[in-house]
Structure formats: structure tokens, C-alpha cells
């Protein structure tokens, strides 16, 4: 177990829908990083935040956006879903992000798309 | 900007020998990490080991090791021992250490199936 817990573990939905994904950071960790697993794209830096502000983008669609609150949990908003955004969604922790820390990946949530 | 390759898309070993996993990488940076990280059928990341650009060793976690040639950029993880519960996907992973984000650019993975 490595800290990182994400909720929910499975989402199924229908094209257009919008959804949420939440990660709770390990205790003491400011930075949360989300990550898209899929099978066309393989694993894709999706963005950062660190302490509640936006750190660095990846490669994140116009239709997905993020934020990271006060008490440091973070939530990965999709919207105007498409087939092509099933995948494997993970997010990961760390303590500080521009020194050397080891990212701590949650369990990922599954997001199928109907 | 960075890239990971990993030209091995499938890898077999029996158990108790020892396999190599290729990873090459692209950057024009002097100090950067590379981590191997392992993901089972649980679908969980695991860190399996980590190198700093700058140290010439080799990181050695138990029965895993790298060959790190910096000039080469390339970045190959040796299990030794291998063990059932070594068959996983494997992927290499990049971390620059300059401007302020810290994201992991991930090669394709490989597949080491581990057998009797």
C-alpha cells in the first residue's frame, strides 16, 4: 500500500457524460501528479500540482481539467467523454517536487467509456 | 524533449535465472533520474530502483541491478534470482531535474513473463 488512495476504483459511463476522479496524497506529500494509462498512448503525464497550484501540463485535453484543494486531496475532472478516454487514471505523490522524491502511485481508477 | 524506448515489447526467463531489460533514452540534459518501475496484473506502480545521472555505480537493490551508460544513454535492468512474482510489465522512466515540474516521461513497458 503505498498511501495514495483514489476513489473509485472502477467508473463506467456513457459518451458525453462527465466525470470525477478523486486522489488523497500520502500524509505530508504537496505534490500530486496524474497520469493517463491507455493502450493507444501507453502512460501519459497528464499534470502536476504542488501545494495547490499548478505546476507543470502535459499532454491533458482542453476537456479535462484538475485541481488540488486546501487539505491537498486533488480531483481530475472529464467532461464531453469520448471512447478514447478509457484508460487507467493514476495518480501519484510526492513530498516536495523539484528534489529528488519518489512518486507514490495510488491504485488507479478505471474508467471505462460506453 | 524526452524521450524512453524500450525496444523489447516482451521478455521470458525461467525461474532462478537472469534477465536483462533494454531501456534507452533521449535528452540533452547532464543530470537527470531513471527509475524502473514495475506494474503487476494488480495494475499497481512499484518502484523497483532508481539512478542519479550523476553517480557513475550502478544502483543495486537486491536482486536487482542497472547498467547505466551515460554516454549511451542507456539504462538496463538485470533480475537475478528471477522469481514467479517477478512476471509483470516493466517500464523505464525519465525524470528531468531542471525548471520546476518533476513529471515522469515512461517508456512502452516490457512484459517479462517469468516460467517453471
Known amino acids: 500500500d503505498s498511501g495514495v488512495t483514489q476513489t473509485p476504483k472502477h467508473l463506467i459511463t456513457a459518451t458525453g457524460q462527465r466525470v470525477t476522479l478523486r486522489c488523497s496524497p500520502r500524509?505530508?506529500?504537496?505534490?500530486v501528479y496524474w497520469y493517463q494509462q491507455s493502450l493507444d498512448q501507453g502512460l501519459q503525464f497528464l499534470i502536476q500540482?504542488?501545494?495547490?497550484?499548478?505546476?507543470a501540463k502535459g499532454n491533458i485535453l482542453e476537456r479535462f481539467s484538475a485541481q488540488q484543494f486546501p487539505d491537498l486531496h486533488s480531483e481530475l475532472n472529464l467532461s464531453s467523454l469520448e471512447l478514447g478516454d478509457s484508460a487507467l487514471y493514476f495518480c501519484?505523490?510526492?513530498?516536495?517536487?523539484?528534489?529528488?522524491?519518489?512518486?507514490?502511485f495510488g491504485p488507479g481508477t478505471r474508467l471505462t467509456v460506453l | 524533449a524526452q524521450t524512453v524506448t524500450q525496444s523489447q515489447p516482451e521478455m521470458s526467463v525461467q525461474e532462478a535465472e537472469t534477465v536483462t531489460l533494454s531501456c534507452t533514452y533521449d535528452?540533452?540534459?547532464?543530470?537527470?533520474?531513471l527509475f524502473w518501475y514495475k506494474q503487476p496484473p494488480s495494475r499497481q506502480m512499484i518502484l523497483v530502483i532508481r539512478?542519479?545521472?550523476?553517480?557513475?555505480q550502478n544502483a543495486t537493490e537486491n536482486r536487482f541491478s542497472v547498467n547505466f551508460q551515460k554516454a549511451a544513454k542507456s539504462f538496463s535492468l538485470k533480475i537475478s534470482d528471477s522469481q514467479l512474482g517477478d512476471a509483470a510489465m516493466y517500464f523505464c522512466?525519465?525524470?528531468?531535474?531542471?525548471?520546476?515540474?518533476?513529471?515522469?516521461?515512461f517508456g512502452t513497458g516490457t512484459r517479462l513473463q517469468v516460467t517453471l
Open positions: 500524509s505530508g506529500d504537496l505534490s
Open positions: 500540482y504542488y501545494n495547490g497550484e499548478e505546476r
Open positions: 535528452t540533452s540534459e547532464s543530470d537527470y533520474y
Open positions: 501519484a505523490s510526492s513530498v516536495v517536487s523539484t528534489l529528488f522524491n519518489e512518486q507514490f
Open positions: 539512478q542519479e545521472a550523476y553517480k557513475q
Open positions: 522512466a525519465y525524470r528531468s531535474l531542471t525548471g520546476t515540474a518533476s513529471k515522469l516521461t
